[in-house]
């Protein structure tokens, strides 16, 4: 009898994790997936007599690329940036290197991460338009010696012209910048909010910004100083995803819960892979939509700039792209510049895809906006953009 017992308890185990893994699998958004309210988004375009003016590109997470050989991602993105030329720039939206930042020792670790970030950097050897790097978690994980080292890194990177790196290495930001009469960017350090041990080196540094009240003092000055701008805030942690770090997990973290150590650790576990994913969602990891820190960054900063007519917000963190038209602004997650995860259909989204690729927003001169999302990967690298959606109607409209 115990026997047969044990044996039909394994098989309801096993038919449990069948279940779920089908029923989780159904709302992954394997393929390019909109809202119903973005019903026929492929005819949704730009008015033919307008003119394409700028153009913003926004990708995350770029720091594990492929070191031998073409990198998909980066053959898209270099032709995408050529195209465009100086009427552009681009937003590097953090974990610039995977998956400790540009750690100072030993010297292989140091010099396979600076490998990572020349890869990228290559990218915009004949690019003439302005390139600008936001920190993000993994960045901070070399901790504040090796985050200046990238900053370094990048700021003195003799190959390309017109790179930088913002905030400051140990500063939280925002800086202003004015890209042109209808645009202007504030970068943050997100990670800066979102962990106690960073907030001692905006004082080390002597930041002009030393405090999260301040920060915020700074971003609502710039919202009403650019009410007639568009304005993007480029960090690393989203404000809205319906990927893992906004509290969705696969059948994948709730059985095998180890492989989010290392993939080869197919060791089935399934009620500690959702205890596991249970502890995520309540707030163990600042770096979840859970945790109270990220939720209060999350607040403070739509708040601050709550009273602007045109806000974009622009982020990483989850490796998917994702668009959402919430709290009265857009917020694009670009986060698959180098890994992948999944996100879910539905809830709040208008758009999601758990590939890679990045997303452009454009501007035009009959003063609508326009944001487009593409991907190297097929067979949908050939009907790219994978998604449009207009962000700000022509002036007039």
Avoid at 252 to 271: C, S, V, Y
């Amino acid at each position: 009898m115990k026997i047969k017992s044990n044996s039909a308890f394994l098989l309801s185990r096993i038919f449990v994790a069948v279940f779920l893994s089908i029923l989780i699998a159904s709302c992954t958004a394997t393929k390019p997936w909109h809202s119903d309210e973005y019903e026929n988004w492929e005819n949704r375009m730009p008015e033919r007599d307008s003119q394409l003016e700028y153009q913003l590109f926004l990708i995350g997470d770029t720091g594990e690329p492929v070191l031998d050989g073409e990198d998909p991602v980066l053959v898209l993105l270099e032709e995408k940036l050529l195209e465009a030329g100086n009427n552009s720039s681009i937003v590097f939206l953090g974990d610039n290197i995977y998956s400790d930042g540009l750690e100072p020792e030993p010297l292989e670790a140091k010099e396979i991460a600076e490998r990572k970030l020349t890869k990228t950097l290559s990218s915009m050897h004949d690019y003439g338009g302005r390139a600008y790097f936001v920190a993000g978690n993994h960045d901070w994980y070399s901790n504040f010696e090796g985050l200046q080292l990238q900053e370094e890194f990048i700021n003195e990177y003799d190959p390309v012209e017109n790179l930088s790196f913002h905030p400051r290495a140990g500063c939280p930001g925002p800086v202003e910048v004015v890209l042109n009469d209808r645009l202007v960017l504030a970068l943050i350090d997100s990670e800066w909010f979102l962990a106690e041990e960073t907030k001692e080196y905006a004082t080390q540094q002597g930041c002009d910004i030393q405090t999260a009240d301040e920060s915020m003092t700074e971003l609502r000055r710039l919202a009403f100083e650019h009410k007639d701008k568009t304005m993007v805030i480029a960090v690393h942690h989203p404000f809205f995803s319906n990927g893992r770090h906004g509290g969705y997990f696969t059948a994948k973290q709730h059985i095998f819960p180890l492989t989010e150590i290392n993939d080869k650790f197919w060791l089935p576990l399934p009620g500690l892979g959702s205890l596991y994913v249970l502890l995520r969602n309540l707030g163990v990891s600042d770096e979840d939509f859970g945790g109270s820190m990220n939720k209060t960054y999350r607040q403070q900063v739509l708040d601050a700039v709550n009273d602007h007519p045109n806000v974009i917000t622009a982020a990483g963190h989850d490796h998917n792209l994702q668009f959402f038209d919430e709290e009265g602004a857009h917020h694009i997650v670009s986060g698959s510049g180098s890994k992948t995860s999944k996100a879910r259909k539905g809830k709040e989204a208008g758009f999601v895809y758990s590939n890679k690729g990045f997303s452009i927003i454009k501007f035009y001169n009959n003063g609508s906006v326009w944001a487009e999302y593409v991907t190297p990967k097929e067979p949908y690298a050939d009907d790219n953009p994978i998604f449009r959606v207009q962000l700000q109607a022509a002036d007039g409209s």
